[in-house]
């Protein structure tokens, strides 16, 4: 996980940084912190808030009232198999 949090400091999760760069970096991020499974209950919830949390903070932020089950979690599990494209379009929607 530290090695993870030090990803936080790259520039396109910075404000200012552009649409496409934040989605790529958010897109992997969120998979690895989905893979790392840190929490003991709620992991999407919590995964998701700290996700709006930071794009909020980008200048990107990410309406999670429009996260779609039967599409979000078929493009988690694409990422927990190293696939982070679907994941990048299903955020990309919630912009």
């Known amino acids: 996980m530290n090695e ?3 990803k936080l400091e790259l ?10 760069d934040f989605l790529g970096a958010a897109a992997d991020f969120l998979a690895e912190l989905n893979a790392i ?7 999407g919830r919590s995964q998701l808030a700290l996700m709006h949390l930071l794009s909020r903070h980008v200048g ?22 190293g696939d982070n494209g679907p994941l990048r379009i299903e955020l990309q929607k919630l912009l």
Do not use: Y
């Not at 520039?11 to 496409?20: C, E, H």
């Open 37 to 43: 499974h840190p929490f003991r209950e709620g992991n």
């Open 60 to 81: 990107h932020p990410l309406n999670l009232d429009r996260v779609n089950a039967k599409t979000f979690m078929p493009a988690m599990i694409a990422s927990f198999l």
């Open 4 to 6: 993870l949090f030090k």
């Open 11 to 20: 520039p396109a999760l910075k404000p200012g940084t552009g649409v496409a």
